[in-house]
């Protein structure tokens, strides 16, 4: 007897040891590409979504259903898409007003030396949270207090270990952070909400941070500032003219968060705001505003009477020059290529197989979090990548959440916590090696230090344990998200 098409393309429920087999090459090629042998990470996702494809296939799913799927996921990602895209437009903007040059100068004006990690903590969380880079944040003003420490003789590793807190605590609850965007992109949380729910776990696990650096810098002595704080203090002042007007871009966005206005039209305002800024008090030309919102900020953009940007030092110029809109789009490479894994793996419902399996055992809330957390741990660990350490267990655990009543962004803030603030403690990741090359101290000789970034997630365990800032959805968000999945 023949067999009609629509047999042939009947659809099969994959066995656990199919479902896994995307996940293992994802795994091993992630972990044997990117990190033994330096490999770009794209095109390795690209090919573990391409093995994804063959195991769909085998199992009756047509081309078209798979491209259809990766479709639908790229469209629900979109509102993520698109705010990334602006927040490169709002650094580069806030850069060329002098928004942000102007919060690094009065951060480093506050150094006290006796309390040099306590402040380095704070003035690089700052600097972070208004630039939305841990690295860039770690990688100028972080080595500016590295030169304050070894000039006064100070407990190197410790000071490191804070810029590192600081530069993470300011990432994780920026809006121009890509690592923060990317988690609210994965599990579907609107961006602001998301920043609100990380608070439960950043904020005592920063004021824990500081806690342990004040009682340490009362047993220290006093020291010097050396030349180079100086030189970063009187070339920001000649370049840029300082006014209150010039937090107004800040105040947009704050305003914006807690009105709980839409973020692409706020984040836009911010814009218009600081290139506002950008022409009438910093000497900005209207178009080279525009440019910075495209290509980012240049030093020689300033047109301030007495400005020489040559001259200008290099950690100035490397704390400056960055964003713009093309600055996201490695990023946003990225998240396309995680998506077309992820929407390939889910047509076939092996995702659904595997993470059934694996949750099967998990009951509590507080096992699914404490689950989430060796997920997010381990993936961190395998792949090194930040960002996938991100994107895939939130779209991986997003529908058990769901499932179990409990609202997605507690995954969003799970995932940073074991994910996020991680990477740049682990030796053998791409963060790790740059803040130990950057700050001069071994990673593991700063990871106890950069407290905030690994005890988080024994916050998250207890509010997990406790029940308290674990958010619920009613029946009808349920019913709505489940709908929508």
Known sequence: MSVTSSEKRAHRTPSLLVAAIPAVTLIVLLGGGYIAASLPVEPLLIASAVVAGIVAMTLGYTWDEIIGAIAEKIAKTMPAVLILIVVGALIGTWMAGGTIPMLIYYGLKIINPQFLALIALVVTAIVSLCTGTSWGSAGTIGVAFMGVAVGMDANLPMVAGAIVAGAYFGDKLSPLSDTTNIASLATGVNLFTHIRHLMWTTVPAFLTSAVVYLIFGLQSSGGTVPEKV????????????????????????????????????????????????????????????????????????????????????????????????????????????????????????????????????????????????????????????????????????????????????????????????????????????????????????????????????????????????????????????????
């Open 230 to 485: 100086g030189t970063i203090l009187s070339t920001l002042d000649s370049a840029f003219n300082w006014n209150l007007l010039l937090l107004v871009p800040v105040l947009v966005v704050l305003v914006g968060s807690v009105m709980k206005l839409p973020t692409v039209p706020v984040m836009l305002v911010s814009c218009a705001t600081a290139m506002f800024n950008a022409v009438v008090f910093q000497g900005v030309s209207f178009s080279n505003s525009v440019v910075a919102s495209v290509n980012g900020f240049k030093v020689d953009m300033v047109g301030k009477s007495g400005f020489q940007a040559d001259s200008v030092i290099e950690d100035v110029t490397r704390l400056l020059e960055r964003g713009g809109m093309n600055s996201m789009m490695s990023v946003l490479l990225i998240c396309f290529c995680a998506i077309a894994f992820a929407g390939t793996v889910s047509v076939s419902g092996s995702l659904d197989v595997l993470i059934s399996s694996l949750l099967a055992p998990v009951k509590s809330t507080f096992a699914l979090i404490a689950s989430t957390i060796v997920t997010g741990l381990a993936v961190i660990g395998i792949t090194s990548n930040g960002q996938v350490s991100l994107l895939i267990p939130g779209e991986m655990l997003r529908g058990e959440y769901i499932k179990r009543g409990l609202d997605p962004k507690n995954l969003s803030r799970t995932i940073e916590d074991a994910a996020t603030v991680w990477e740049p403690i682990l030796p053998w990741t791409s963060a790790g090696a740059y803040m130990a090359g950057t700050l001069g101290v071994a990673t593991l000789a700063y990871m106890p230090w950069a407290i905030s970034n690994w005890i988080a997630i024994f916050f998250a365990l207890l509010w997990a344990a406790t029940g308290i800032g674990i958010a619920k959805l009613t029946p009808e968000e349920q019913k709505a998200l489940e709908a929508e999945a």
